[in-house]
């Protein structure tokens, strides 16, 4: 049970909630609060718009323990639309093949659960094809 | 069965609810999983024939539950109605099928959507027409003026019994209902009516997996009982037939039922069709009359009048009856619409169902 | 004037799946070969470099472990982690300890034992050295973070799902003459085309073999080394550890290994060499794509023609650029934290001219570099030989 450290990460899970740096106004996720480009104190809250490219991805088909009932399941670099990577499972697949370049939007998914159906269930941010609004 | 005389036989035509402000749907947001199970292949696997009553039901993939189905719809509701989520005083989620016995969907919910902490959050558990008691829950919060927003949400990952004839509808999906101020609205809320008796149709003890039913029991004394009734007692109690309305949704377990309903009530077809999802995705239990509003909202011009009314086992009917304004032109290309998800299609076959619907036993 | 500090001894056992044997008892063995191949050098330290022992083995401390089974006698001894450059960490440890003149002689032991725990997982463990929060939580695996860089590698330049077979051929043709190795068996590029994907476009052949293994050396002052010493006498000329983004999604360019690139360019110019002029260069293949994104960091070979190099033969113990000479990582096995001193060994080995049918003519000069996931750590080492005791 890891219940603290899933805890305090819910806002950057559930919503891509990161940081805007005040001094060259680098949007920075995950947050760090210090400015990975300026190297100046940022704390002020960003909210990413969800929306990127895929940058890379690969199928995991051999998952890690606590991720065998999702798998075989994709795995991408996403480049957000506001600069900042980040890595995350692919989700609602259609018959489109994944390919780099291709767009994506942010969802909220369950990323696993901590402990065999008695534990918390540890929700975050995946990627799937942008759907048509 | 006799009734004892009540404060309400007392005062039986005030018996709508309306609220000192006035109300209305400020943003509304549908969410369909993706994937299909074909009627067809339930029967190929229990029957042997037959398809059961719709050609399919929406199913959600691995990695959804009621609490990311309701985020979706949720941000698709806040979309709309374009307030700052931390205007909303109350996030509340109706489902059967919350991920935790004990733990509320609503706080996660409203974390993930930016809702502030300073918020009513619950789970409203009520079969099927638990969304919609969220919903005039919403209206009374918002309608009393102790908060000029709520979320209400009702949501299902239905569960039906393998080879039950559950197993042909109950499906995935839902919706989300932003309730604000009347003037904000893309459809105002005049009144809501709730009829609710003691009817055992349908339930699922603690600890079991999938409901147990009355099978035909589940017809009369139950849906039909309370649908009619509370859609009745709203059209005399508003001077209104069924002609007054453009549209009606009704509870859908499966496409019959709500067509009949609305026939004994004088509706048409035609005021029925474009709110008659279970056809195509099946029965949401505590989404499915919510969603069929999203369908109706996504269609509806100002000036339409809706008459919604779900029905809950156990047994219960909320109706609504609301008028569109005309900011629906202008709010709903602000997210996909209930049309959208029906669309974004990938269909499954059994094998693939029983693992996405953990029905698989691991050991 | 700053002291010649030498490899005095080597030791290493087999790598492979040593169920009979337990962490202690591998480390011992490596150790004791080590001081025996000094000569009876007594250490006066002993830094070991492991990764997985804490989780894998349920083991922590190891420092008064291995001394105390060793029978070292409660010297100084402590763990260096550094995921997969751990036991280069370790090295680099042992190498400053003796130029501050604080310490004469040093072991340094890189030690994992992988087979203690059901493969999946160990496989969680080897995940630590991922960001746990940003890329471990996702799902990732170190394998799956080499199967992105792969995939983004091979779109960049428009090469084919076969195009990095050349390195896994390459390493298994040298594994045959390697006792040490896990795998002695040479495969053919359509044995590698053949094979099954796990993390696609990475095959089974682009992954070394996580398995056990120890391996040790005894580190000392020149003039403290035996009068009978066997010659050469391996000497080491520069060290250097650098650090990339933790998580490979933070990188500007997570195909550009600039750590890789750093460290090599630090050790080699504390040597006084230039990368190119090393005649025996002991890279980490844990995967096929980071040897090849090693060899373009450091200039061994331009931007996308890394692959075409290890195809071509380019590799081998005889062509221009010899690497992986006893197998690398994929034939004579991923030993995680003792990668480093297996490393350290084999460029010791070439020096000294003792690699039989791998050895690299005339090799003089030796380069090893070790990463702690993709290049998120990066430890470099220069070596060369002194033929006579002047």
């Not at chain 3, 007594?42 to 060793?70: C, E, R, W």
């Amino acid at each position: 049970m890891e219940i603290p450290r899933h805890w305090r990460l819910k806002q950057q899970r559930y919503a891509l909630m990161g940081e805007v740096c005040p001094h060259c106004e680098a949007k920075i996720f995950p947050p760090r609060d210090v400015c990975p480009e300026c190297g100046g104190e940022a704390k002020t809250q960003f909210a990413f718009s969800g929306k990127g490219k895929i940058y890379s991805y690969t199928v995991m088909r051999d998952a890690p323990a606590g991720f065998e009932h999702n798998s075989p399941y994709t795995v991408a670099v996403v480049a957000l639309e506001e600069g900042p990577m980040v890595t995350a499972q692919l989700t609602d697949l259609g018959e489109e093949p994944v390919a780099i370049g291709m767009p994506v939007e942010m969802v909220t998914r369950k990323i696993r659960e901590d402990g065999e159906r008695k534990g918390m269930i540890v929700y975050g941010y995946k990627f799937r094809p942008v759907m048509a609004a | 069965m006799t009734e004892k005389p009540s404060v309400h036989e007392m005062h039986a035509d005030q018996l709508l609810l309306r609220t000192d402000r006035k109300t209305g749907i400020v943003g509304y947001g549908a969410y369909v999983p993706r994937y299909r199970l074909p009627g067809t292949e339930v029967a190929r696997v229990w029957t042997d024939g037959g398809s059961g009553t719709v050609k399919e039901k929406s199913v959600a993939g691995l990695d959804e539950d009621v609490i990311t189905m309701s985020i979706e719809a949720a941000r698709n509701a806040m979309l709309r109605a374009g307030i700052d989520p931390c205007e909303l005083r109350a996030v509340w989620v109706g489902s059967e099928s919350h991920p935790y016995a004990v733990k509320p969907s609503g706080t996660i919910v409203a974390e993930a959507i930016g809702a502030s902490h300073n918020i009513q959050s619950g789970d409203w558990e009520f079969a099927c027409k638990a969304g919609s008691e969220a919903m005039v829950a919403a209206t009374a919060l918002v309608g009393s003026g102790m908060g000029k927003y709520a979320l209400a949400i009702g949501m299902d990952t239905a569960q039906g019994k393998p080879g039950d004839a559950l197993e042909y509808t109950a499906a995935s999906g839902g919706a989300a209902y932003v309730i604000g101020p009347a003037d904000e609205s893309v459809a105002k809320i005049e009144a809501s009516y709730s009829y609710v008796s003691d009817t055992p149709d349908f339930w699922r003890r603690p600890e079991q997996k999938y409901p147990e039913h009355g099978q035909r029991f589940t017809g009369e004394p139950a849906y039909f009982k309370h649908i009619e009734t509370a859609a009745r007692t709203m059209l005399e109690q508003l001077g209104r037939t069924a002609a007054d309305y453009t549209y009606a949704v009704f509870h859908q377990p499966n496409p019959k039922f709500p067509m009949k309903a609305g026939a004994d009530l004088g509706f048409t077809p035609e005021q029925i069709k474009p709110g008659l999802l279970a056809p195509v995705i099946g029965n949401t239990y505590a989404g499915a009359s919510l969603i069929g509003l999203t369908a109706v909202l996504d269609i509806a011009k100002a000036g339409d009048r809706i008459l919604m009314v779900s029905y809950g086992s156990g047994a219960g009917s909320d109706a609504f009856s609301l008028e569109v304004t005309e900011k629906i032109a202008e709010r709903r290309a602000l997210a996909p619409s209930t049309a959208d998800y029906i669309a974004r299609r990938t269909p499954i076959d059994y094998a693939v169902y029983t693992r996405l619907r953990d029905k698989i036993d691991m050991g | 004037m700053n002291p010649d500090v030498v490899i005095a001894g080597i030791g290493q056992i087999p790598v492979g799946e040593h169920y009979e044997l337990s962490l202690r008892q591998m480390g011992v063995r490596a150790l004791r070969a080590a001081i025996k191949d000094s000569g009876g050098l007594k250490p006066q330290a002993l830094y070991i470099g492991n990764m997985l022992s804490s989780v894998v083995s349920h083991q922590a401390n190891l420092g008064a472990l291995f001394t105390d089974y060793a029978n070292l006698g409660g010297i100084e001894s402590f763990t260096t982690e550094a995921s997969g450059a751990s036991g280069a960490a370790a090295l680099r440890l042992g190498y400053l300890a003796i130029l501050s003149g604080y310490v004469d002689t040093v072991a340094v032991l890189g030690v994992e034992k992988w087979t203690d725990m059901a493969h999946s997982e160990s496989e969680t463990a080897a995940a630590l050295g991922l960001d746990y929060d940003y890329e471990g939580v996702q799902g990732l695996s170190e394998t799956g973070q080499a199967g992105l860089l792969m995939q983004r590698y091979l779109y960049e330049h428009n090469l084919p799902a076969d195009a990095l077979g050349g390195f896994a051929v390459q390493a298994h043709a040298n594994g045959v003459n390697n006792i040490n190795a896990y795998f002695r068996k040479a495969i053919s590029l359509e044995t590698y085309r053949k094979s099954g994907m796990t993390n696609p476009p990475l095959n089974l052949f682009d992954a070394a073999p996580y398995a056990d293994g120890a391996a040790a050396v005894i580190l000392t002052r020149r003039d403290l080394l035996p009068k009978d010493h066997p010659q050469p006498v391996v000497r080491m000329l520069g060290s250097a550890i650098a650090t990339d983004t933790l998580a490979l999604h933070d990188r500007k360019d997570p195909l550009a290994f600039i750590a890789a690139k750093e460290a090599v360019q630090s050790a080699c110019a504390q040597a006084g060499i230039m990368p190119i002029y090393t005649d025996v260069l002991e890279l980490d293949d844990s995967y096929s794509i980071y040897a090849a994104l090693t060899l373009e960091a450091c200039g061994y070979a331009d931007p996308g023609e890394a692959p075409a190099m290890a195809r071509d033969g380019g590799l081998a113990p005889t062509a221009i650029r010899p690497a992986m000479t006893m197998g690398g990582c994929k034939a004579r096995g991923n030993a995680i934290g003792a990668k480093g001193i297996y490393q350290a060994i084999e460029a010791a080995m070439q020096l000294r001219g003792v690699c039989g049918l791998n050895q690299v003519p005339d090799a003089r000069l030796a380069v090893t570099l070790a990463l702690g996931g993709p290049a998120s750590t990066a430890v470099a080492h220069v070596y060369d030989k002194i033929e006579s005791r002047e």
